[in-house]
């Protein structure tokens, strides 16, 4: 077999006048063994060609003789269309003759002229360019709508795609394998009297399963990938992402016969550009009459004979049944298709196999964030039930990872904006500090902007300006990571949406109030709650308040998020507290946040006279300040209302992006 790197033409020298030589000498040989080559052409000419020409004419003959021969790859696709279409009467075989690509590059070198470096083609350009090639096709489309279609019969088919009748797919199966002869031509031989006219094909070996020392051999899939002579530059890209296996001739590239590392499953792919120009008459779509809801909805039906199939626009049709073969067509000869069809191929194989992720398969480790205000002291909501100290952290990695100091803090030894501070360390925005006791002292570091500051248990704090607002805030990141992970999804699914920051799609605005006298009113009314009698009684979560006092919401031993928490239903509180939390106007409670945000010890019972709005027109205003300065809330901005109006989402005001 083919090993990875030769599959993939790694560490082959491809570019050296000796290496090019060599290539076109081999692609001639094949154009005349399969009696295609040319008159002017280097192996007729050369001394390779006078010794070997008989043989050359035996094989064509042999090849003309064996033309029902299949490979095994070929043979196990047409029995599956044989089986599977035997009820609709379409005789169904793949191409009789195609050129195969034995080996990585073939398909490169066949893709331009012999002695240009430009070819012009009905579907595409291409140029030869000082690293390679360049291909532009005609035209480069980045939409999906419309294109996915899938035969019935097999399996179930989404609601999202297109459904196809049966006796359809066979019909454009047929126009696929019998393309115009323009777009047959090869464009090696493009400028010779009589240029060349074939179907180009290649065997791609896609790795469904890698190897798991101990656990699983590797494990691929077979893929067999047909062209019109002039889109084989098609075959050259998808050779450089999958590799080529071989010459699916040769035993040694049979699959059936690499029982350990096959999956048991074949794909086959055939490129079509000129089925976009069929009817949907001719393909026997029903009449508008006579079609199913389905068929409406989708426009597998027409109401006028020269109504074109999809609208004349490129598409892909699947049909793909739990046997284990899928066989795709796709009428276009865009580049990206032809990847994203085996990469489709893989996961399809990856889902009957069994305890395999898909190709589509993943996500990533997000660790929350959350705005802290003013103040951070060490408590459950930022510690968890971690029990480790600084002295743990000095004993496992002092001098290794970290530089531990006399005051009791550490600085790492790569990074030295990060610091380890101790298990009691707390930090004030105000003080600009972070403090702790050592042996009854209290000592201190700066809080400066730019550093990080990581507790023993992982929390890390920040000090970072507001993004919306003229104020400083601690920010904290938990240090136990959540593993967002999705185990199958579609290309364009939103896994990459994971692991992306929300914070362009933040809005930063005012804080409004309704009414200020009556809202204030509401607002002493939540802070003067009793909150110990929120708890059910079976709650796991409610503390012994006969071993301490609640903590009040302005307290400094509750912390912003703890408020957030406190105010927010849950199925640990009973129904009545709930439904008093029903009652609160959103708007209400973040003025509720937004106080707590700001709020100092000092102020007391006090902190009304610090917020209030200005007087417009001799009426209170409705934007909420401190101190005379506007006070910002955090927006997310999901979508459009309509052309002129954003949806948006107040979150809550400890909320990090």
């Not at 003959?61 to 029902?68: C, D, G, I, S, T």
């Not at 791609?204 to 798991?212: E, G, I, K, S, T």
Request: aromatic share 10%; glycine share 8%; with cysteine.
């Amino acid at each position: 077999m083919t090993s990875e790197r030769e599959a993939l033409g790694i560490g082959q020298e491809t570019d050296s006048p000796e290496a090019r030589r060599r290539r076109r000498l081999q692609v001639e040989l094949m154009l005349q063994a399969h009696g295609l080559g040319s008159a002017n052409g280097q192996i007729a000419q050369s001394e390779v060609g006078a010794i070997a020409g008989n043989l050359l004419r035996s094989f064509r003959e042999q090849q003309r003789q064996l033309r029902a021969y299949r490979c095994p790859a070929d043979a196990r696709i047409e029995a599956f269309l044989a089986s599977h279409f035997k009820d609709v009467g379409v005789a169904m075989r793949l191409p009789d003759q195609t050129l195969v690509l034995a080996e990585h590059g073939m398909g490169r070198e066949l893709s331009l002229p012999r002695d240009r470096d430009e070819f012009a083609g009905p579907l595409l350009t291409s140029y030869r360019v000082r690293n390679g090639v360049l291909h532009n096709p005609k035209s480069d489309r980045r939409t999906t709508q419309g294109t996915f279609h899938v035969a019935e019969g097999g399996l179930p088919v989404p609601g999202d795609k297109i459904a196809v009748p049966k006796r359809v797919f066979a019909e454009l199966f047929q126009h696929a394998v019998n393309p115009p002869d323009d777009v047959q031509v090869l464009p090696y031989t493009a400028d010779d009297p009589h240029p060349a006219s074939t179907f180009v094909s290649l065997l791609l070996r896609p790795l469904v399963c890698p190897h798991v020392p101990g656990i699983s051999d590797a494990r691929s899939m077979e893929v067999r990938f047909f062209a019109p002579g002039s889109l084989v530059s098609n075959l050259d890209f998808v050779e450089s992402i999958f590799g080529n296996a071989g010459n699916p001739e040769l035993p040694e590239n049979d699959a059936g016969l690499d029982v350990e590392h096959w999956t048991g499953h074949t794909g086959c792919v055939i490129l079509a550009p000129h089925l976009t120009k069929l009817t949907k008459k001719e393909l026997h779509l029903p009449h508008f009459d006579q079609a199913s809801v389905r068929q409406r909805r989708d426009g597998m039906c027409w109401t006028s004979a020269e109504e074109i199939y999809n609208n004349g626009s490129a598409f892909k049709i699947t049909c793909r049944t739990s046997e284990g073969v899928i066989v795709t067509i796709i009428a276009d000869n865009y580049y990206g298709y032809c990847k994203k069809e085996v990469k489709t191929q893989i996961s399809y194989a990856a889902n009957l196999f069994g305890n395999l992720e898909e190709e589509h398969a993943g996500g990533a480790l997000a660790f929350a964030s959350y705005s802290l205000g003013e103040e951070y002291h060490p408590d459950s909501s930022t510690r968890g039930d971690h029990t480790r100290t600084f002295a743990d952290l000095a004993k496992a990695y002092g001098g290794q990872l970290l530089d531990p100091h006399p005051e009791g803090y550490g600085t790492d030894r790569i990074h030295p904006q990060v610091h380890y501070i101790p298990e009691d360390a707390r930090a004030s925005v105000r003080r600009q500090e972070i403090w702790w006791t050592r042996d009854g002292v209290e000592q201190s570091i700066p809080l400066e902007p730019g550093n990080v500051y990581i507790t023993p248990w992982g929390y890390k704090l920040r000090f970072e300006k507001h993004p919306g607002a003229p104020s400083w805030r601690l920010m904290g990141t938990n240090g136990d990571g959540v593993f967002c992970h999705k185990p199958c999804t579609v290309s364009g699914g939103g896994k990459s949406e994971i692991s992306k920051s929300l914070r362009d799609y933040m809005l930063y605005g005012p804080i409004f109030v309704s009414n200020a006298e009556a809202d204030f009113e509401l607002v002493r009314s939540v802070f003067a709650h009793d909150y110990t009698k929120r708890w059910r009684d079976d709650s796991s979560e409610k503390p012994d308040y006969t071993q301490r006092s609640g903590r009040p919401i302005l307290s400094r031993a509750r912390t912003l998020g703890s408020v957030v928490k406190l105010l927010a239903p849950s199925g640990e509180y009973t129904d009545e507290y709930n439904q008093w939390l029903a009652s609160i106007p959103n708007y209400v409670l973040a003025m509720v946040f937004i106080i707590k945000r700001f709020y100092r010890p000092e102020w007391g019972d006090d902190w009304q006279s610090h917020f209030g709005v200005d007087v417009v027109n001799g009426f209170p205003g409705h934007e909420l300040k401190l101190d005379g300065r506007k006070l910002v809330g955090i927006y997310l901005r999901v979508g459009l209302m309509d052309e002129s109006a954003w949806r948006t989402f107040k979150v809550r005001q400890d909320f990090a992006p």
